[in-house]
Every structure is written in structure tokens, then in C-alpha cells.
């Protein structure tokens, strides 16, 4: 009941493709600093409408340009009332681990808040 998925860079990527592969698996998910193959965003965002998500990201990355990675998350809300983005204008790509994993507690508050129902 309480299996989640999070990862940052390609984990943030791998994030979005394995929750999507098989989303009734999944309590709740957070892909930080992801980027996505742009042919695959229909598939995600239709196969994650009831998985709650979270989104972290920087509006300064560069490698995994957060212009990139809007759309998906538009096509996500569309179905999805349980996206939630969080948003840093100061953190780096490479600092997003250290920022989300290890400085803050937002993500693991966030995804304990969900469970699998039986």
C-alpha cells in the first residue's frame, strides 16, 4: 500500500516511465529534476490520471529545461487533481539531489501522505 517512486535526473525520467508502466502499483510519485521523451508524454500523462504526483524542479536548469518539462505536467493536471508542483528558482540541476533528498523533508512529507487502496 505504500510503494512510491522517486528519483532526480534520468531517476526523474525513470521516474515518469516506470510509475506509468504499471500505475496501480505505485501509492504516489516524485520526479525531481526529470526530464521525458516528448513522444512518450501522452502515454504517461493518460496512464498517471489517478497516481498523485510531485513534481520538483528548478526554473534555472539547464540541462532538463523546465520549458521542456511543462508540458507534460499540463497534460498530467489535465486528468490528474493530485499534481503538485514545487518549483526553486535558485538550485542548479546538479544540486536538486542534495536540495530534495538530503536539505529538505518536502518530498518524504509529501508522499507519505498517500497509500494504495486495496
Request: proline residues 5%; charged residues 25%.
Amino acid at each position: 500500500r505504500r510503494i512510491y517512486v522517486s528519483g532526480c535526473s534520468m531517476g526523474g525520467m525513470s521516474t515518469w516511465e516506470v510509475s506509468a508502466a504499471q500505475p496501480e502499483l505505485y501509492a504516489a510519485i516524485a520526479p525531481v529534476a526529470g526530464h521525458h521523451n516528448e513522444q512518450r508524454q501522452p502515454f504517461i500523462a493518460s496512464r498517471l490520471s489517478n497516481t498523485p504526483c510531485c513534481v520538483v524542479h528548478s526554473m534555472v536548469d539547464e540541462i532538463c529545461p523546465w520549458k521542456k518539462e511543462e508540458p507534460l505536467w499540463r497534460s498530467v493536471a489535465l486528468e490528474n487533481t493530485r499534481l503538485e508542483i514545487h518549483a526553486t528558482k535558485t538550485i542548479d540541476h546538479c544540486s536538486m539531489f542534495q536540495k530534495t533528498f538530503c536539505d529538505e523533508s518536502l518530498v518524504f512529507d509529501w508522499l507519505l501522505r498517500f497509500r494504495r487502496k486495496d
